[in-house]
Structures are given as structure tokens and as C-alpha cells.
Antibody, heavy 122, light 109 residues
Framework: QVQLQESGPGLVKPSETLSLTCAVS?????????WGWIRQPPGKGLEWIGS???????YYNPSLKSRVTISLDTSKNQFSLKLSSVTAADTAVYYC???????????????WGQGTLVTVSS | SSELTQDPAVSVALGQTVRITCQGD??????ASWYQQKPGQAPVLVIY???NRPSGIPDRFSGSSSGNTASLTITGAQAEDEADYYC????????????FGTGTKVTVL
């Protein structure tokens, strides 16, 4: 059974870069699937940030694309998120998740990390 | 990009049936998946590929789709079903871009 675990600083200063890592166990990320990040500001809904495929292809939410980088580290079986020039609006719980697809090409997130709260404040 | 719209809140009497809807242009081309989120917890997949349940999800959860609307139905709602529910689908552009619905708070009375 695949398990995902986020890690990274819980506090980031405005204008700096938020960096998080998602460690995956129970499955080799180089074997397949898309791997992605989703966030949830306090008291608000879910927002997809972006995803990466085993070959390194990346897909980002257009509203965040200019500030987001997602990368894979297959040697450590983990993937990472970097979000630059953060503001208070980036304060959220950040989740990593595995994206699966059904036979018709419709996506679904079938495994999630527990989430990590990142606060942007000086 | 696409948007998926859900009613902010619905309530259901214990043991009764409730349907949660999700509307958006992308749903004419792609099925929605549905997630249950309880306070302080990560979302959990409850329906995918229109009407498939992951292992461990009770069969009182079912999904359907028509036109630009996807629905999640809870038949015989239980107290533990009280949660926020989100739909999700692929962006109507066809690229690997995803969008979540605005979320529905389900209260079991």
C-alpha cells in the first residue's frame, strides 16, 4: 500500500521560497503514475497546484505557474514542491497525492499524504 | 481553465438520502471523482470513474453523471458521513490540468 509523507518548514517569510518534499513508500515513483501537490488555505477549499510524471513532464495550475516548480528525485523515491515569492495568501495546508487515471482518461487522487501546514509570516 | 460549482451546504436526516451536485463544462467530457474530508484530516477518495468505489468505501456512496453535472449520492446517510465533499475533474482543455469543486458541507441531522 502506497504511503506519502510531506515534510518541510512550517513557517516561511514573505517574498521567500516555500520548499516541501513528499516521501513515497510502498511504490517506486519511477514506475508510473503522476505525483502532485494540492493545497487548502485555512477554512477554504482544495486547490490543485501541479503534477509531475515519472519522465519529468510537469503540469501546473495556470494561476500559480510562474512561481511553481515540481521535481522528482527517484534515487530517494520522493518529489518536491517549490513556490517562490510567497505572500500571506500562500498560507495553507499542503498535501501531496498520487494521481491515477481510469480507462477513459479521467483522473483521481487515490493516495494522499496527511498534509503539512505552511504559514507565511515575518 | 474550468470551474466546478457545488452547493455550499446541504443537510440530511439520519438514514435518509442526500445528493450532492457538481456543475462544470469539463464534466461534459470527463467524469468527476469525489472526496470526503473530515475536520483536520486529509481528503479521502470515495468515488472515481463516474461510479467506482475504492476498497473500504461503503456502498451507500454512489456516483452518476449527466451533461455538465456530476452527482454524489449517499443512500441511508450515517452520522459519520458528516463532512465536506469535493468533486474533481480534468480541465476541459484536455491537458493534464485538474480542478476541484468549491466544496459542499454535508450535515447529518
Amino acid at each position: 500500500q502506497v504511503q506519502l509523507q510531506e515534510s518541510g518548514p512550517g513557517l516561511v517569510k514573505p517574498s521567500e521560497t516555500l520548499s516541501l518534499t513528499c516521501a513515497v513508500s510502498g511504490y517506486s515513483i519511477s514506475s508510473g503514475y503522476y505525483w502532485g501537490w494540492i493545497r487548502q488555505p485555512p477554512g477554504k477549499g482544495l486547490e490543485w497546484i501541479g503534477s509531475i510524471y515519472r519522465g519529468g513532464s510537469t503540469y501546473y495550475n495556470p494561476s500559480l505557474k510562474s512561481r511553481v516548480t515540481i521535481s522528482l528525485d527517484t534515487s530517494k523515491n520522493q518529489f518536491s514542491l517549490k513556490l517562490s515569492s510567497v505572500t500571506a495568501a500562500d498560507t495553507a495546508v499542503y498535501y501531496c497525492a498520487r494521481t491515477n487515471y481510469d480507462s477513459t482518461g479521467c483522473p483521481f487522487f487515490d493516495s494522499w499524504g496527511q498534509g503539512t501546514l505552511v504559514t507565511v509570516s515575518s | 481553465s474550468s470551474e466546478l460549482t457545488q452547493d455550499p451546504a446541504v443537510s440530511v436526516a439520519l438514514g435518509q438520502t442526500v445528493r450532492i451536485t457538481c456543475q462544470g463544462d469539463s464534466l461534459r467530457s470527463y467524469y468527476a471523482s469525489w472526496y470526503q474530508q473530515k475536520p483536520g484530516q486529509a481528503p479521502v477518495l470515495v468515488i472515481y470513474a463516474k461510479n467506482n468505489r475504492p476498497s473500504g468505501i461503503p456502498d451507500r456512496f454512489s456516483g452518476s453523471s449527466s451533461g455538465n453535472t456530476a452527482s454524489l449520492t449517499i443512500t441511508g446517510a450515517q452520522a459519520e458521513d458528516e463532512a465536506d465533499y469535493y468533486c474533481n475533474s480534468r480541465d476541459s482543455s484536455g491537458n493534464h490540468l485538474y480542478v476541484f469543486g468549491t466544496g459542499t458541507k454535508v450535515t447529518v441531522l
